[in-house]
C-alpha cells in the first residue's frame, strides 16, 4: 500500500480512536492490518435485518426542493448539507446531524429522497434518514467495514466492504441479495453507476476501477492508464465522463466511457478523496469532488474542467461526497 494509503488509513483511525470506537473487530483495526499488509482472508460477515427504530419520530429539518451536496466529515464526524446553488458564496451547512455511532463514510440518495449513510463505528451499520431529516429512522446493522454507497434505479443499494466485497440489498430487503467477492477486488471504495446501471468500483488496494454488468456478477479490470490509487469513481452521466479520483496520484483524470485514456487530468490537488455527479435519476452533469490536503470540495460544471466553486465553510476532513436533488 502507499504511503498516500496509508495516510488516509491513518486519518481514519485517528478518529475513530477518538471517538472511543477502535477495538479489534472495528474499522479502524481492519483498516490497520490492511495498511500493514495483513492479508483480510474469509467471507464477510452476515448481514442482520433492517432494523425500524419506531420509537424516533421522524420530522423533516431541511429543505428539499433544490439539489444538495451532503459532505461525510471525518474530523467533525458530522453530515453536512449545502444548498447546490449556493456554492459559489462558499455558504455555511444548512443542517449538520451526527450518525449513531459518528463516523460517517458512503453517502447516497434513492428516488423517495431517502438518505443512506455508512457508519463504520461499533455495529458497522447502514443508517437510513427519510427525506428532509436529520433522526435515523432505519439501519442495516452488521455490515463489514462499509464504506461506499449508491442506489439504482430499482432501489438497490451497494455497499463496498471490507473484507472486500460489494454487497447488494433490494429494496426493503433484509438481507444483501447478492455478494460479490474475490475476481481481483482489495480494498473496494467509491462507487457509481452509468445510465445502463453498470457499476463502477473504485479499489485503491488493486490500484484499479473495477466494472460490474448490471445483473451479473463479474468483476472486469478497466485498466485505466494513468491511475496510481484510485478511492473515489463518479460517472457524469449527461457527458458521459467517468471520473477517477487519484488519491497519491494528486489527480483527478477524467476518461471517456469505454476509453482507457485519459482526456483531461486535473492537476494541483494535495490529496483528492472523494466524488460524485448529479445523480442518476436528474442528471445534469455537475460534479463535486473533495481534497482531505486542502480540507475543500470543488463543484465543476458539465464540461469544465476547472472548479466553478470551492467550499470550505464547515469542511473538515470530507472524505465522502453526494451531489443530488431529493
Aim: with cysteine.
Amino acid at each position: 500500500m502507499s504511503v498516500a494509503s496509508a495516510r488516509s488509513v491513518f486519518l481514519r483511525v485517528a478518529v475513530l480512536l477518538v471517538a472511543g470506537c477502535a477495538g479489534s473487530g472495528s474499522p479502524a483495526s481492519t483498516q490497520l492490518a490492511t495498511s500493514q499488509g495483513i492479508a483480510g482472508a474469509g467471507m464477510p460477515i452476515t448481514v442482520a435485518p433492517r432494523h425500524a427504530l419506531t420509537s424516533q419520530t421522524v420530522h423533516p429539518t431541511y429543505a428539499t426542493t433544490s439539489s444538495l451536496v451532503f459532505e461525510a466529515d471525518l474530523k467533525s464526524q458530522t453530515v453536512n448539507v449545502y444548498k447546490t446553488g449556493t456554492l459559489k458564496s462558499n455558504p455555511a451547512p444548512i443542517v449538520s446531524f451526527k450518525t449513531k455511532s459518528g463516523c460517517p463514510d458512503g453517502l447516497a440518495l434513492d428516488k423517495a429522497g431517502t438518505l443512506y449513510v455508512a457508519d463504520e463505528c461499533n455495529g458497522n451499520d447502514v443508517e437510513e434518514f427519510p427525506k428532509g431529516s436529520t433522526t435515523e429512522k432505519t439501519d442495516i446493522t452488521g455490515i463489514s467495514n462499509p464504506s461506499g454507497l449508491i442506489v439504482d434505479k430499482n432501489g438497490t443499494l451497494y455497499v463496498s466492504t471490507y473484507p472486500a466485497s460489494i454487497e447488494e440489498f433490494a429494496l426493503g430487503s433484509t438481507t444483501p441479495k447478492q455478494v460479490i467477492s474475490g475476481q481481483g477486488l482489495t480494498d473496494p471504495f467509491g462507487l457509481a453507476l452509468d445510465k445502463s446501471q453498470n457499476l463502477y468500483v473504485a479499489d485503491f488496494g488493486a490500484k484499479q476501477v473495477f466494472e460490474i454488468k448490471f445483473g451479473t456478477t463479474t468483476v472486469t479490470a478497466l485498466n485505466l492508464q494513468g491511475t496510481v490509487e484510485p478511492l473515489g469513481v463518479a460517472i457524469d452521466q449527461k457527458l458521459g465522463d467517468l471520473w477517477e479520483i487519484d488519491g497519491s496520484g494528486n489527480k483527478i483524470n477524467v476518461y471517456k466511457l469505454g476509453s482507457t485514456s485519459p482526456y483531461k487530468t486535473i492537476a494541483g490537488h494535495g490529496f483528492p478523496y472523494a466524488a460524485s455527479a448529479q445523480n442518476s435519476f436528474r442528471p445534469n452533469g455537475t460534479v463535486v469532488t473533495s481534497d482531505i490536503t486542502s480540507n475543500a470540495v470543488y463543484a465543476f460544471k458539465a464540461g469544465q474542467y476547472a472548479p466553478y466553486a470551492t467550499l470550505t465553510n464547515g469542511v473538515g476532513e470530507p472524505i465522502s461526497l453526494l451531489i443530488a436533488k431529493p
